[in-house]
C-alpha cells in the first residue's frame, strides 16, 4: 500500500477515507463494483471493496448501482443480529438491573403524571434516572419484559448500522461490512440486544457521537455536526455515567479525522464538541442537583470494589472480544508497513485502545459486575480497525479471481465469529437464576399491602408483582425502608454501591415486628443472613413457610435457594 496523490488521480475527488484524512487505499481510481461475476457473494463483497466515495456530480448514477450490494449485506447481517439476539429475549426472567431500571421507570411516570413519591434514585443510580427508566418503562408498558428487550435490540441494530455507516467514510465499504459483521455477532453485542438496561442505549449515543464526527469530513462548515455529536455525547454520559471513559476516545476521532486538514480546523471541531458536551452536562447537573453529583461520585468516582483477580477479569474480556482486538492490532500494524501516515495509524491505535479500556478499568477495581457491556461498548470501535485489516487482507491478493476466492474465504470465516457469538450470549443471557417460582410463592404474600418485606434482592420481585409498586414497604438486606420512605442506612440500595446493611439495625427491627414477612437466598449479603436466620430460628413469632428453588442449581439453603419466614405474634 502506497501513499498516492488523489488530486492526479480522481480530478480533485478524494479516494476513499475520512474526508480530509491520511487514509489511503492501494490500487486504482475506478468506482463501482465489477461486472464479472455479479452472481457471487464474494463478488457483491468486493463490489463494496474500496472504491471512491459518491460523488456529488458525473458519478452520482455509477454510486447508486454500486450502493446496492452493499446494502443488501448490511440488509443480511442486520438479520443475523436480529434472529441471534431474539432467541434469548425470552431465555430467562429479569435480571437485577433489568427489574431496578424498569421498576424505577414505572414510579418515575407516576411521578410526574400523578405526583406519587418515589425512592432518591440520583442518589445511588449509575445513571440519570430520568433517561433510560422512563424509555424502558413505556416499551416495558406496551410488551412487558419481552417488549423493553425488544427496544434493546433495536438500538443495538442502529448502532451496528452507524458501525457500517462510519467505517464506510473512513475505510471503503467492504471494511464497513466486515466491521458491521464483526460487532453484529459478539456475545455481548447480542446479549445487549435482550437486556433491557441503559446499556444498548448508551452504546448507540456514543456511536451517534462518532459517526457525525466521522460525518463532518473536511468541511468548512461543519459546526452543526460537532454539535450533533458533543449532543449524542452528554447524552450518553447522561444515561450511563461509566461512559465518560469513552468520551477521550470520541475527542480523538475529531482530531485525527480532522488533522489532515489543518490542525487549527481539529482544535477548533475538539472545542466544539467538548464545550457542547460541557454546556450540557452542567446544565443538567444544575437541573438535576446535588443528588445527581453524589449517585455519579457513588457509582462511577468510587465504587463498591469487588473481589475478582483482575487476570480473571482480563481472560472473560478476552475470551468475548479477542478475535477484534488481534484483528485491531494487526489493522494497527498493516497501517504502520505500509506508512500511511500518522493520523490514520494513530487512529486506528484509539481503536484498538477503546476495546481495552473498558477491561483494565474493571481489572483496576477488582470487579466483573457489567464487564460484558463495557467490553460491547469498546468493541465498537475496535470492529473499525478489524473491518480495515480484513479489508487489506483482501486487496492484497491479485485483483481477479485470487481476490474474489479470497473475500470468500473471509465470508465463510464469518462462521466461526457467528458460532462463538451464538454461544457465549445465550450463557450471557441465561446467567442468574430463573425467578419464576420465587414470584409465584411470593406475589399472594406480597398482595396485603398493609405488611412490610424484607428480602435480599427485591428488584425482581417488586418489578414483577403489582405491590412493587408501594415500594416503601420492601426492604433488602442492605438498608431498611420506614414507612414514610427514609432508609436506616442511606440512600444505597444496590450492590455496586453499598455493602450488606448493619445487622443491630436488623435484628432491633426483627425483635420488634417490624417484618411480616422475611425471604433470605444466602448469596449476597451471605454473613448478615446466617445471622439474621438464627436469629428467626429462636424467635418463636417466625416460622418458615417455604422453600423456595431459586433457578436451577438448588444447593440445599444455598445459592439458588430463598428460604422465606412469616411473622405470627402470639397473644
Known sequence: MRRIDYDAMTGGERVPGAPGSSVWHEGTATAGPRTGREGSLPALV???????PRARSRRRSRGRGARAPEVWLLLVVLAVQTALS????????????????????HLEWAHWLHGVSIPPFPKYFSGAPVIYPPLGALADSVGRLTGARILSLLLMLAATALLWGTTRRLYGRRAALFAAALFAVLGPTLHLGAFATYDALRVVLIALSAWCVVGAGDRERATGWMVAAGAALAAANAAAYSSVLFDLIVLAFAWLTTWPSGGRLAARRCATLLSTAVVLLAAGALAGGSAYLSGFARTTLAPAPGASRPLLVLTHSASWAGL?????ACAVVISMASRSGWAQTSLLAVCTAAVVLGPLEQARQHTLASLDEHVGLGAWFGAIAAGYAVDRFIAAARAGRARAVTCGACVVAL???????????WALATDWPNATSFIAVLRPLAAHGSRHLLVEDPAVA???????????????????????????GGPASSASVA???NAGVFSEFITHGYFSYVALNFADTTALDRRLADQLHHDPRYRIIAVVPYGTEVPPLGRGTYVIWRYEPRP
Open 415 to 425: 462462521i466461526f465469529p457467528v458460532t462463538v457469538g451464538a454461544s457465549q450470549s
Open 86 to 105: 431474539l432467541r434469548l429475549v425470552r431465555a430467562d426472567t429479569a435480571f437485577d438491573d433489568e427489574a431496578m431500571s424498569l421498576w424505577a421507570g
Open 324 to 328: 477484534i482486538v488481534v484483528l485491531a
Open 499 to 501: 455493602g450488606a446493611g
Open 46 to 52: 468486493e463490489a463494496c471493496g474500496p472504491a471512491a
Open 462 to 488: 417488586r418489578y414483577y408483582l403489582p405491590a412493587g409498586r408501594q415500594w416503601q414497604r420492601w426492604s433488602s438486606t442492605r438498608n431498611i425502608i420506614l414507612p414514610s420512605g427514609t432508609s436506616t
